[in-house]
């Protein structure tokens, strides 16, 4: 099999020729495997975040997962405020009467770092209207979800999967769930007006052609209960999982932090395809060995090495040993792929992958 077969097995809850292994490494490890400043990938996009992945999971010679690709194109009304060796930052503006109206935040694009959006000037020290800047020459290409789908595809070949994300209605910070206590009416009304939009926009991504789709959002139950859940989220994950099955393309769920209950929801009330990272205690609150015994018939299952004990803080013996234990824990009749919890950080050994996937592609054969 491919990667791309492979993986697209897995996540359907079949038995591919080996167990897939693809740690969560979407984001620090490619940048910086590209040797360059994280901000000409985050702000620049030179190269994209996506082909850095695509190149790092060459690298590594893992199965390809890049579950969410978008649409892309350049900012306008962006100003460089501070610009040092470890940080850039942008404000934006808005002309009025011929004078720039400044945002009162900024983004921070960091040397080796993701970036932060939306920090408060003030927090930073900063005024509100700077006095000097030089105005930012947006140079990225204009592309629609469709075209970033199909150039991400064409690059990844069949090294494996890329996907497009739906999301679903939810409680995502604390702001959020005051609101969902004081005006129900209105936060439900939202997720309401979600759903009925959710056939459109899942007619929109299934002519993307993806591998996948990737829905929910991370931390799933880190702002609100498995009733809110069920309440706010669930009726449009049920559609939405429905209307991808029969067209045939396998549905995922990411959800950081506790999940547990999460998992046996979407294995029994929903056609979802399959769930990750299932964090192991204190990140979340998943057992490998009883999820799948409980619920690895209903979804197929990816995960669970702990990505700052085992994968940045072990060694190459101790990733090896614990890839060894997924895999005999869940790997049994499919529908399981290799992986960790949630990002793996910058400085993870390349060893340590480089184990991760050694494991997988010699005590992972079926």
Same mark, same amino acid.
């Given at each position: 099999?491919t990667?791309? $077969?492979?993986?697209i097995?897995?996540?359907?809850n ?14 620090m ?11 000409d990938?985050?702000?620049?996009h030179?190269?994209?975040l ?16 890049l579950?969410m690709v ?11 405020v501070?610009r ?15 004078r720039? *109206?400044?945002?009162?935040?900024v ?16 927090k930073?020290?900063?005024?509100? $209207?700077?006095? *000097? ?20 595809? $064409?690059?990844?070949?069949e090294?494996?999967?890329?996907? /497009?994300?739906?999301g679903?209605p ?24 979600y ?17 996948m #789709? ?10 609100q209960?498995?009733?809110?859940f ?12 429905r209307?991808?099955k ?37 990140m ?7 999820i799948?015994?409980?619920?690895? *018939?209903? #979804?197929?299952?990816m995960?669970?090495?702990h990505?700052t ?6 060694t190459?013996?101790?990733v ?15 529908g399981? #792929? ?11 050994p ?7 996937? $050694? /494991? ?7």
């Amino acid at each position: 099999m491919t990667s791309r $077969e492979r993986m697209i097995a897995a996540m359907l809850n079949q038995q591919p020729d080996l167990v897939p292994v693809a740690p969560d490494m979407s984001n620090m490890i490619p940048c910086r495997l590209t040797g360059k400043p994280f901000w000409d990938i985050y702000l620049h996009h030179d190269p994209p975040l996506w082909r850095a992945y695509i190149d790092a999971a060459r690298h590594f010679g893992l199965d390809g997962w890049l579950p969410m690709v978008g649409a892309q194109g350049p900012q306008h009304n962006k100003a460089i405020v501070l610009r040092t060796p470890e940080r850039i930052l942008l404000q934006g503006y808005e002309v009025v009467e011929g004078r720039r *109206r400044w945002a009162p935040f900024v983004d921070v694009y960091y040397v080796a770092d993701p970036p932060t959006g939306g920090v408060p000037c003030a927090k930073l020290g900063l005024p509100l $209207e700077p006095e *000097r800047w030089e105005d930012f020459h947006d140079t990225t290409p204009a592309m629609s979800e469709a075209e970033v789908v199909a150039a991400a595809r $064409e690059y990844m070949g069949e090294d494996g999967v890329v996907g /497009v994300h739906v999301g679903i209605p939810g409680l995502g910070n604390v702001e959020q769930i005051y609101e969902y206590y004081d005006h129900y009416s209105a936060v439900k009304a939202r997720a309401l007006a979600y759903e009925a939009q959710l056939e459109e926009r899942m007619r929109q991504v299934i002519a993307c052609r993806p591998d996948m #789709i990737l829905t929910g959002f991370s931390g799933c139950l880190v702002f609100q209960t498995p009733a809110i859940f069920r309440d706010l989220g669930l009726p449009s994950l049920q559609k939405l999982t429905r209307i991808a099955k029969e067209a045939g393309i396998p549905t995922q769920v990411h959800s950081c932090g506790p999940e547990r209950a999460l998992v046996e929801v979407c294995a029994q009330e929903t056609d979802l395809s399959s769930i990750n990272p299932l964090e192991r205690p204190p990140m979340g609150d998943c057992d490998l060995a009883e999820i799948k015994r409980l619920f690895g *018939r209903d #979804i197929g299952l990816m995960g669970n090495l702990h990505t700052t004990e085992h994968m940045l803080h072990g060694t190459p013996e101790v990733v090896a040993r614990e890839s060894r234990w997924c895999i005999d824990v869940a790997a049994e009749g499919g529908g399981f #792929i290799l992986s960790t919890g949630d990002q793996c950080g910058r400085d993870t050994p390349d060893e340590n992958i480089h184990a991760m996937v $050694e /494991v997988a592609r010699t005590y992972g054969v079926y």
